[in-house]
């Protein structure tokens, strides 16, 4: 089956830093992959859809400049948190499409201080 | 627009009992769905998905959903529950089954007492 590598799982970054999270696609080429942020307590939320070889589309209320994605390659989208404040504290997940359906990464759990 | 309701917020059982966790959807189209499990600090687990075809469908850990195309509902059902499966529990609905985001439902948290 599809398998999605999220990393890091963890991570701890000082206010007005950025942070790269990877998320990979190990054994098949995932050209649409997504990106969600979950708050404490509540669902997931899609932020944007990363395609690639184009721009991402980014859902309504999240800005483009601060949460940089790129799809350089179909099996790796890479999500940068740019000048990360603790507002932006919070668990984010990747998925990948494929033929087996949608395949989600372990998560990665974000913590601004 | 398009929705995903999940009524029950936190559902507490005991163990051994049966368990239904309520989704409704709300799309102009019969959309994929889908039921996932998450445990603390981890990702998301597929318990189960109905694609087409029999409307039961059967899925890990002895879990089923059943779809109901007139309830626009998915509920997800396990006649006996462990206190393994204590854990947030989320509906998903997506357009296609693949190449198309998810919009998911805001979670049931079950806790199941011994």
């Known amino acids: 089956g599809a398998v999605v590598s999220q990393h890091p799982s963890r991570v701890i970054c000082k206010s007005g830093t950025s942070v790269k999270i990877e998320c990979r696609s190990l054994?098949?080429?995932?050209?649409?992959m997504f990106w969600y942020r979950q708050f404490p307590k509540q669902s997931l939320m899609l932020m944007a859809t990363?395609?690639?070889?184009?721009?991402?589309?980014?859902e309504q209320g999240v800005e483009k400049d601060k949460f940089l994605i790129n799809h350089a390659s179909l099996t790796l989208s890479t999500l940068t948190v740019t000048s990360a404040h603790p507002e932006d504290s919070s668990f984010y997940i990747c998925?990948?499409?494929?033929?087996?359906?949608?395949?989600f990464g372990s998560g990665t759990r974000l913590t601004v201080v | 627009a398009q929705s995903v309701t999940q009524p029950d917020i936190h559902i507490t059982v005991s163990e051994g009992a049966s368990l239904e966790l309520r989704c409704n959807y709300s799309?102009?189209?019969?959309?994929?769905l889908f039921w996932y499990v998450q445990s603390p600090g981890q990702g998301l687990q597929l318990l189960l998905k109905?694609?087409?075809?029999?409307?039961l469908v059967q899925g890990i850990k002895g879990f089923e959903a059943e779809f109901k195309r007139s309830q626009s509902s998915f509920n997800l059902r396990k006649p006996s529950v462990h206190w393994s499966d204590a854990a947030e529990y989320f509906c998903?609905?997506?357009?296609?089954?693949?190449?198309?985001?998810?919009?998911f439902g805001t979670g049931t948290s079950l806790t199941v007492i011994p």
């Open positions: 998925s990948a499409a494929s033929n087996y359906g949608y395949t």
């Open positions: 054994d098949f080429q995932a050209t649409t």
């Open positions: 799309y102009g189209a019969t959309p994929y």
């Open positions: 990363s395609n690639e070889g184009s721009k991402a589309t980014y």
């Open positions: 998903a609905v997506a357009l296609t089954n693949t190449g198309n985001q998810f919009y």
């Open positions: 109905y694609f087409s075809g029999d409307t």
